[in-house]
T-cell receptor
């Protein structure tokens, strides 16, 4: 069974960069990598996605390795409000948009 | 104000009872999805629909049913056949098969 794996928890100091890894070693060529975050008891919030190239938006950067077997979400200057569970997911555009989620990383940003 | 709404926020089910969770969107999105989230777990796909009057089973469809009579609405029924229904249920929608956006969720509890 293809899996998307993430570390269960990470800490980060406020103002520092948070680097969240995701392993998707069995990803297929047409699957995108998506990142969402979820604050307790709320719906997941979309952050960023990419296929092969690195991507950046106002929230974060996404670095995908050349072999596409892993990726890293970077929050450049973490704040206390970034404390949440971060999910990595794989999705294929032409198969109904189904997303396969990892177990999530609980990020704690500390002052 | 555009978005995805789910109701109720909390729902209680008695043994042998069917319950229906509501999901409505005014984003004019074609595709809608239902996910289940158990404590400390990632999201798992129950059902999805790409167009009105059509839907497909996801990875854990047993014990659930859906309908898609209107573009804006995608209700999920948790039937008595679902033996372990206690979970957080999340609805999402997307334009065609692009990025999915999530609603606030419904927490289902068994009495």
């Amino acid at each position: 069974d293809a899996k998307t794996t993430q570390p269960p928890s990470m800490d980060c100091a406020e103002g520092r960069a948070a680097n969240l890894p995701c392993n998707h070693s069995t990803i297929s060529g047409n699957e995108y990598v998506y990142w969402y975050r979820q604050i307790h008891s709320q719906g997941p919030q979309y952050i960023i996605h990419g296929l092969k190239n690195n991507e950046t938006n106002e929230m974060a950067s996404l670095i995908i390795t050349e072999d596409r077997k892993s990726s890293t979400l970077i929050l450049p200057h973490a704040t206390l409000r970034d404390t949440a569970v971060y999910y990595c997911a794989r999705g294929i555009y032409n198969q109904g948009g189904k997303l396969i989620f990892g177990q999530g990383t609980e990020l704690s940003v500390k002052p | 104000d555009g978005g995805i709404t789910q109701s109720p926020k909390y729902l209680f089910r008695k043994e042998g009872q069917n319950v229906t969770l509501s999901c409505e969107q005014n984003l004019n999105h074609d595709a809608m999805y239902w996910y289940r989230q158990d404590p400390g777990q990632g999201l798992r796909l129950i059902y999805y629909s790409q167009i009105v009057n059509d839907f497909q089973k996801g990875d854990i469809a047993e014990g659930y049913s859906v309908s898609r009579e209107k573009k804006e609405s995608f209700p999920l029924t948790v039937t008595s056949a679902q033996k372990n229904p206690t979970a957080f249920y999340l609805c999402a929608s997307s334009i065609s098969q692009e990025t999915q956006y999530f609603g606030p969720g419904t927490r289902l509890l068994v009495l």
